[in-house]
Structures are given as structure tokens and as C-alpha cells.
């Protein structure tokens, strides 16, 4: 999540009540999750187990509950529950804005574009030129839409993010981890009837452009899908996943998280996807494998009946008494 202007870090340390451990002297653009920072980003890290993943990630400056090392030009900012200072970083610099009308006076659309009867356009997002926005379509705060992309009724764009952080204390619950990312759909993409798009927690979930997703179709948080690809009805992709150029899924295919789908891959009806596969080859099944290799060994897997029958024969099965 980007802020609005660079933020100096006194600033920040102030908010939410961290020592700066470091130098002083710097200033943030943005919050991210480990995988999205760059540098000049804060992070936060509540547990020794990521510690030094952040440490060494390219964020500047660290909230961190426990003063450890790390490297000179970065900082520290020491608090009790960093996963608290994060949510209070992001409540203040992406408030929560109730929309007061259907169509938000300070989102923007470009010449040529429609918004049909019943949309919702949140606040400061941004559509392009020569866009179709159809009827019962919500598009949430702060997301973009390019030019020549066209939006089914029903969809919704940069709905909150399925992440919640697990505490345990007598029992499991779960405390809902802000959302400040977005939804950026590029231009020439197609979005069928009843899509659900979820915005990314800090970063933003893409949509490559020239990529057509038929209806019923889930994307979760910070995923971010390449150019040109095709979705058919009823996919679910998981949080954080990267599908690249020109990829294919067919219907019913789910995709779980944080993985990666190589450019041009096709994954065949009913399939899952439980871990990252090449490009460029045909996959089927659940868990996927090669498409050829998985139709061979449902052919055999038909033809054991027949093999059993040739070993066991019927007669060799039971005795005359």
C-alpha cells in the first residue's frame, strides 16, 4: 500500500507508539506483505521464525517486536504487537469511507464509458475510456479499471481479502487483517456475470490486459494474473498466486496459493493446481499432471475389471462342495 505523500518515519514511530531503533532520519512510502515490499517499505514481523526474512527483505524500515540485528542503512520500529501497528498504520492512511451515493463524487471515468443503472463506484477509483460497466456491478475503493474492458452485472471488484491472523489464547480465533490494496484491471479485459475479485491486503491483485474470465469466477488477494489469458466458469485462484501470459483454465479448475502457473500452460476441466507448474505443456487431474500422462493411466485404471478377470478367473473362485 502506497500513502499519499513519503511519511516520515518520527511520524509513523509516533502513530503507533514504536522506538526507532537506527537512524531517524528516514521516511516511508508505503506498507507491504514480505512479498510485495520494496525498498523504502515498512514491514511488520511478530514472530523469530521471519525475522530474518524481513530483515533481509528489501524493506527499509522493520516493525518488529524484539530488537535483533540487521543492516545499517535500515531501521527498526520496536512495538509490542507489530500485527496491531500494522492495522492502525493502514486504518489511518486508507480509512474506512462510507459511500454516501452509488457513484462516488471523487471516483473518475473516462470519454466514451457507461455505467448502467444499479452500479456502485467507490471512492477514488479510476475507469478508463470506452469501459462497459453493466448494471449491479460494485467496484470498492481506490481500484482501477483501464480502457475497452467490459464488466458483467453482478461482479465484484476489490472486495476485502480472505486474511485473517490466527490467535490462540484459550481457544482458535481469528482477527481480520486490514485491507489497503487494490484491484488494477488493465485494458481490452473481460469480466463475465457474479466474478468475485478480492483487492490485494497491501498490495494490488492484477488482471492482465487482454485476459477474458467467464462468469462465477473467484481471484483472491494479491494475485496477480499476466496478459491474454483465459478463465473459464467457476475457477477459484488462492491469494497470491501468479499466473502468467496466456494461460489457460478451464472450467472448475482451483488454484491454491501462492504458487506460480508458467506462460501458455492449459489446465484441463475439474483440475487442481496445488503447487507451481511449467509453462507452456497441458495438465489434468487433481493433483495435476501431464495431461497425456493422466489420460493413460485413467485408460488402465478402466481396464483393471478385465486384467482381474484374466488372473482370477471365475472358475479358480470357488469349489463344487
Known sequence: MRFPTIVPLTEIASLIGAQIIGSKQGAASGINE??????GDLVFVDHPKYYLKCINSAATYIIINQVTDFPAHKSLLLVDEPFEAYQKIVAHYRPF??????????????EGTFVMPGAVIGNHVQIGKDTIIYPNVVIMDHCIIGNNVIIQSGTVIGSDAFYYNKKTTREVHYKKMLSGGRVVVEDDVEIGANCTIDRGV????????????????????????????????????????????????????????????????????????????????????????????????????????????????????????
Open 97 to 110: 469511507m462510507p459511500l454516501q451515493k452509488t457513484i462516488s463524487d471523487s471516483a473518475n471515468t473516462g
Open 202 to 321: 497491501s498490495g494490488d491483485t492484477v488482471i492482465g490486459a487482454g485476459t477474458k474470465i467467464d462468469n462465477l469466477v473467484h481471484i483472491g488477494h494479491d494475485t496477480v494474473i499476466g496478459k491474454n489469458c483465459l478463465l473459464a466458469a467457476q475457477v477459484g485462484i488462492a491469494g497470491a498466486t501468479t499466473i502468467e501470459d496466456e494461460v489457460i483454465l478451464w472450467g472448475q479448475v482451483g488454484v491454491s496459493k501462492t504458487l506460480t502457473i508458467g506462460k501458455g500452460a492449459e489446465v484441463y476441466a475439474q483440475s487442481g493446481v496445488p503447487a507451481t507448474i511449467e509453462g507452456g505443456r497441458k495438465y489434468f487431474g487433481s493433483p495435476v499432471e501431464d495431461a497425456m500422462t493422466k489420460k493413460k493411466e485413467l485408460v488402465w485404471m478402466k481396464r483393471i475389471p478385465v486384467l482381474w478377470e484374466k488372473v482370477f478367473p471365475p472358475s479358480s473362485k470357488g469349489g463344487t462342495g
Open 34 to 39: 514480505i512479498h510485495k515490499v520494496e525498498e
